[in-house]
């Protein structure tokens, strides 16, 4: 069989999760005094907060593929 | 008409979809070189673990038409369209693990309709093979003008300028990694959308004051609709007749109709979703697949059809999400009592631009865009494969190399992406067509299961038995639709159109008893013309057929791991959702 899966997919859902929760974190912190802006959201400032959870979810897949083992689902 | 955009993005929008579009030509670029032959590119080698085929096995399916559409039953059905999930998706994905897998997996066949090949005959398999391509090209091509059209109408996007960008990005990543380059994408679009809707949920129920808020302001809604109260935020209330639940169908028509045979007919026959499961590593991955697809299956209903609700209950008060459908003239439309006909449409949508601030905005829009464009390159994948080896090599070329075979593939996804952009404009010029060819390709689907089941489970099914009881079913389909209407419809792609025998009281209903119909009669004339023509002997029929096959042992792995304690689970997890939506 010669289709041995070249790339773990871990490694590209974290890089992006990171990357973009970085992103979203980081304009998040960037508008944080802008109030306006999340009346929509309720007034929270959802961008910070979801960028935080993607960042870390984002390691979290790293990890995994550094672990090497497979995610239990 | 050109109406001003919805929205406009601003940078950080557009910075995050354009990394998520890096992403997703790296990963093409990435598995160029381990694409060799055409194992790799149709089959990925049949090398994947599970928790990737089973995450894209969900995904596949996860186009348009389940974000947007869902999101749209649920403004107009509230959650009854969770029957489309906890009905009509997981009996059948457990179904299809336990029963038909080591039968898809075992046989080697590369295809669906390969099996039905093995299993029955040449004619069989063409008839298959033929309807299927037909039906991804005009899918695929349905999925890009909804996305262009949809852009358009939010962002003032060019129609022409997003269905090519997409249609390149596309051609780029299956071209380069095949099966696997696609498969990868709909995983990593999977958690695009999850990612991108959990906090639409979040703020949405916040806003409407959690779920006791919106069952209150839906059960206002649904007294002022004419429903009963609660009959949004009840999953089986007044079922026991069409007239009294939203959806307006009974629980039989329900749960044979579309929990039996749309939805068996779909998950345990579609090439589109069971590709995913045949390109699992191993049997036991295999046969984990469609259980692993399963368990978040039985969740997306909170996270597609609950925008469509949040919508809805936020559209009763003042500065209302859902905008209403405009006729022609650009005046809203009215229905027969005079009120305002709303675009569900434009439910889910809509709400994510009202929820969410820029940055959110983009990547909510980008997951949005990541389930049109990874819906194409599901049916794009199909495409190739059955067209390689079902048509090409079957009818065309037999005996050439696999590099041959290989370069076949890839002309076919450029065929394929391009006959796609010609359906999607075709789509937008011609409304009618589209709804026609959707008509018949629910005659042409709706059988399919009753053959695969006789195939699979009854030894003297025979080839001619197959084939026969395939194209009566269709018929019976098409008579059944031309001869019985949704009540308020005129004769025409509706039904009616070979005289009136029967009216049912809505459009849901007609479509299931149709598809009753067409599983009935294929199962008749199958079983009829098998007996009345010769059967093959059982040497041949082994590990096609259940009885002549040798069952998969699971006594070896631990028990909590193997697949009929995951099922169990799966369907006990199923029942206690129902339970408490009753």
């Known amino acids: 069989m010669s289709g041995e899966a070249s790339l773990d997919l871990r490694l590209p859902i974290g890089g992006l999760f990171v990357v973009l929760g970085v992103m979203l974190g980081g304009f998040g912190l960037a508008t944080g005094g802008n109030t306006e802006m999340y009346v929509r959201s309720g007034g929270l400032n959802i961008n910070l907060i979801w960028g935080v959870v993607m960042l870390l979810t984002g390691i979290v897949f790293l990890l995994l593929a550094k672990r090497g083992a497979a995610p239990k689902r | ?582």
């Open chain 2, 1 to 582: 008409m050109e109406l001003a955009p919805v929205t406009h993005l601003s940078a950080i929008d557009y910075a995050m979809m354009a990394m998520y579009f890096v992403f997703v030509l790296g990963i093409g670029f990435a598995l160029r070189r381990s694409t060799k032959t055409s194992s790799d590119f149709f089959q990925s080698g049949r090398s994947l673990p599970p928790w990737v085929t089973g995450l894209a096995f969900l995904s596949a399916n996860l186009g348009a038409q389940e974000v947007i559409g869902m999101g749209a039953s649920g403004a107009k059905y509230g959650i009854a369209t969770a029957h489309f999930y906890w009905i009509g998706a997981i009996p059948a994905m457990v179904f299809v693990a336990l029963f038909m897998m080591p039968f898809y997996y075992g046989s080697r066949a590369r295809s669906v309709p390969e099996y039905l090949k093995l299993r029955f005959d040449e004619k069989t398999r063409t008839l298959n093979a033929i309807s299927f391509a037909v039906m991804t090209i005009f899918s695929s091509g349905i999925s890009m003008y909804a996305m262009g059209k949809l852009f358009n109408l939010l962002l003032g996007w060019s129609f022409d300028v997003s269905v090519l960008v997409s249609a390149v990005i596309v051609l780029a990543y299956v071209f380069a990694g095949g099966l696997t380059s696609a498969i990868y994408n709909e995983v990593l679009q999977f958690f695009m959308i999850a990612f991108g809707f959990a906090p639409l949920v979040f703020l949405g129920m916040r806003q409407v004051g959690g779920w006791s808020g919106l069952t209150s302001r839906l059960n206002e809604a649904a007294i002022a609709n004419g429903q009963a109260s609660g009959a949004y935020t009840h999953a089986w209330q007044g079922m026991t007749n069409t007239a009294t639940n939203p959806l307006g169908v009974e629980a039989f028509g329900l749960v044979m109709g579309l929990g039996f045979v749309l939805s068996f007919g779909y998950w345990c026959t579609d090439f589109l979703v069971v590709q995913r499961a045949m390109a699992a590593d191993s049997m036991l991955a295999a046969r984990r697949t469609p259980l692993i697809a399963a368990v978040p299956k039985m969740f997306f209903p909170f996270l597609v059809i609950l925008p469509g609700m949040i919508a809805l209950a936020l559209t009763g008060t003042a500065g209302g999400i859902i905008p209403a459908k405009l006729g022609a003239d650009g005046a809203p439309l009215l229905n027969s009592a005079g009120k305002v006909v709303m675009d569900f449409d434009l439910a889910t949508p809509m709400l994510l631009i009202k929820l969410f601030p820029e940055g959110m905005l983009g990547l909510g829009l980008t997951a949005l865009l990541a389930s049109f464009m990874s819906g194409m390159a599901g049916n794009v994948t199909a495409f190739n494969t059955v067209w390689t080896y079902d048509i090409y090599q079957s009818h065309i070329k037999k005996n050439a190399s696999d590099e041959h075979y290989l370069w076949m593939g890839r002309a076919a996804t450029v065929g394929g992406i391009l006959l796609s952009i010609a359906a999607a404009y075709v789509a937008g010029a011609f409304n009618n067509i589209m709804e026609v060819l959707q008509l018949v390709f629910a005659f042409v689907n709706a059988p399919l299961f009753a053959t695969f089941a006789l195939g699979m489970f009854w030894k003297r099914a025979t080839g001619h038995g197959a084939f026969w009881g395939l194209a009566s079913g269709m018929c019976g389909a098409m008579l059944h639709h031309g001869l019985t209407l949704p009540n308020g419809s005129v004769p025409g792609i509706k039904g009616g159109f070979f005289g009136l025998v029967h009216t049912y009281p809505s459009e849901l209903a007609q479509t299931f008893w149709t598809a009753i119909v067409a599983f009935s009669t294929c199962v008749v004339i199958s079983i009829v013309i098998s007996l009345a023509t010769k059967p093959r002997p059982e040497s041949e029929l082994k590990g096609l057929v259940y009885s002549l096959t040798d069952k998969p042992v699971d006594t070896n792995i631990p028990f909590f791991k193997r697949p009929l304690t995951f099922a169990l689970a799966v369907l006990a997890m199923t029942a206690l959702l129902n339970i408490l939506f009753i």
